[in-house]
């Protein structure tokens, strides 16, 4: 069970947008801990997608976008296309582990 | 080019020792902080260890607290992942990737294609 808690699953067809939802606790994202995000295609090594909460590191589509509010945090696709077909994790620090924390994952597929 | 290459996997009896190695290349090595990650077969994320750029910080998953030890040589521009008493649970992809701080852990910009780690008699 994951400290952070993603959907196992979204979907959504080409151009659509989506959004994967990222839910902590007071001790990690609710302590005022940024939330960062990475996308890992099938058979790849993680990339960063969103760092900071909302920051895109340079090479990154604008069509990706990331937010956080209280306890969670949410990342945005826009302008769903096939190859945004992936894995995504959202990841924080967490004070009661004393150490950093990923969500358990959530697949994304593009119908 | 900025590159992190993992070596050292392999299959190894539970209770046994493994010593994991990544070499860095394209960013100057001791200015940051370096973690490892793995991902057990199937499975999502899991967070490993951690360590400063100066060796002085350094963290772990209570998963893997008090049986592995990260280490790193910047005259060499290594890290390491010592790991000792190894329980099949401990079976996975391990990755290791560069912080983009220098001290304190923040986020994983840069990361290797990773070694597998198989425990099993």
């Known amino acids: 069970q994951s400290v952070l808690t993603q959907p196992p699953s979204v979907s959504g067809a080409p151009g659509q947008r989506v959004t994967i939802s990222c839910t902590g606790a007071?001790?990690?994202?609710?302590?005022?801990?940024?939330v960062h995000w990475y996308q890992q295609l099938p058979g790849t090594a993680p990339k960063l997608l969103i760092h900071?909460?909302?920051n895109r590191p340079s090479g990154v589509p604008d069509r990706f976008s990331g937010s956080k509010s209280d306890t969670s945090a949410s990342l945005a696709i826009t302008g769903l296309q096939a190859e945004d077909e992936a894995d995504y994790y959202c990841?924080?620090?967490?004070?009661?582990?004393?150490?950093?924390?990923f969500g358990g994952g959530t697949k994304l597929t593009v119908l | 080019e900025v590159q992190l290459v993992e070596s050292g996997g392999g299959l190894v009896q539970p209770g046994r020792s493994l010593r994991l190695s990544c070499a860095a290349s394209?960013?100057?090595?001791?200015?940051?902080?370096m973690h490892w990650v793995r991902q057990a077969p199937g499975k999502g994320l899991e967070w490993v260890s951690g360590i400063s750029w100066n060796s002085a910080n350094t963290g772990y998953a209570d998963s893997v607290k008090g049986r592995f030890t990260i280490s790193r040589d910047n005259a060499k521009n290594s890290l390491y992942l010592q790991m000792n008493s190894l329980r099949p649970e401990d079976t996975a992809l391990y990755f290791c990737a560069k912080d983009d701080s220098g001290y304190y852990f923040y986020y994983m910009d840069v990361w290797g294609k990773g070694t597998t780690v198989t425990v099993s008699s």
């Open positions: 900071g909460n909302s």
């Open positions: 007071s001790s990690n994202i609710g302590a005022g801990y940024d």
């Open positions: 990841q924080s620090y967490d004070s009661s582990l004393s150490g950093w924390v």
């Open positions: 394209g960013f100057t090595f001791d200015d940051y902080a």
